[in-house]
């Protein structure tokens, strides 16, 4: 089975510290993967995506993330936290086939 | 030009009634999901809407719940009979293809309520 593990359902930085959020998955092809934001009282949307390529990915707001296979980790990291990064952060994989697998998310909290 | 638009955004009900949601995808995208999240939980895949192919309902939890697709555009979720841990907010989604190469678009959700 499919599972995508976002270790720490709750992470805080203090603002302009490194921000990282972790992302495991078990999948048995190598999956895309992405992460999505959701700000309070907003819908999900896309902060990145590896599908193949270059396996360090930079997406909006400074964001990025490194596939590392032998790991099946995905961790997102950002260098420099800013308080508008408070937010959900999912992890999420596609395998094979038509469904998504979603991670159940880790909010930041970040310290002025 | 609009995003995924879904109604009602707030929706309080009894226990036993049926719901209907609505969803309004980004006109042109093909692809159209449903996912469930509950509270402290991920987002729960229910069903998958690819153009004119059969559903992929197999993330449907029950038989309670069902949802179609109008002319490959609107979808509605019904649930029936609902239940206390029906309670959740109903995401839907649409992207471009069905490869998974292009994001999801998602609605900004409708949170159903189960009293």
């Known amino acids: 089975a499919q599972s995508v593990t976002q270790l720490g359902s709750h992470v805080s930085v203090s603002e302009g510290a490194l921000v990282l959020l972790r992302c495991n998955y078990s999948?048995?092809?190598?999956?895309?993967l992405f992460w999505y934001v959701q700000y309070p009282n907003q819908g999900l949307q896309l902060l990145l995506k590896?599908?193949?390529?270059?396996?360090l990915v930079k997406g909006i707001n400074g964001f990025e993330a490194e596939f590392k296979k032998s790991e099946t980790s995905f961790h997102l990291t950002k260098p420099s936290a800013h308080m508008s990064d408070a937010a959900e952060y999912f992890c999420?994989?596609?395998?094979?086939?038509?469904?998504?697998?979603f991670g159940t998310g880790t909010s930041l909290t970040v310290i002025p | 030009g609009a995003g995924v638009s879904q109604s009602p955004s707030n929706k309080v009900t009894e226990k036993g009634k049926d719901v209907e949601l609505r969803c309004d995808p980004i006109?042109?995208?093909?692809?159209l999901y449903w996912y469930r999240q509950s509270l402290g939980q991920g987002l729960e895949f229910l069903i998958y809407?690819?153009?004119?192919?059969?559903?992929?309902k197999s993330g449907l939890p029950s038989d309670r719940f069902s949802a179609e697709r109008t002319g490959g555009s609107v979808s509605t979720l019904t649930i029936q009979r609902t239940q206390q841990e029906d309670s959740a907010v109903y995401l839907c989604?649409?992207?471009?293809?069905?490869?998974?190469?292009?994001?999801?678009?998602f609605g900004p959700g409708t949170r159903l309520t189960v009293l």
């Open positions: 989604a649409s992207s471009a293809d069905r490869s998974g190469y292009n994001e999801q678009f």
């Open positions: 999948s048995s092809v190598p999956p895309y």
């Open positions: 590896y599908t193949t390529g270059a396996t």
């Open positions: 999420a994989v596609r395998p094979t086939g038509n469904q998504f697998y």
């Open positions: 006109s042109g995208h093909t692809a």
């Open positions: 809407f690819q153009g004119n192919s059969a559903p992929d």
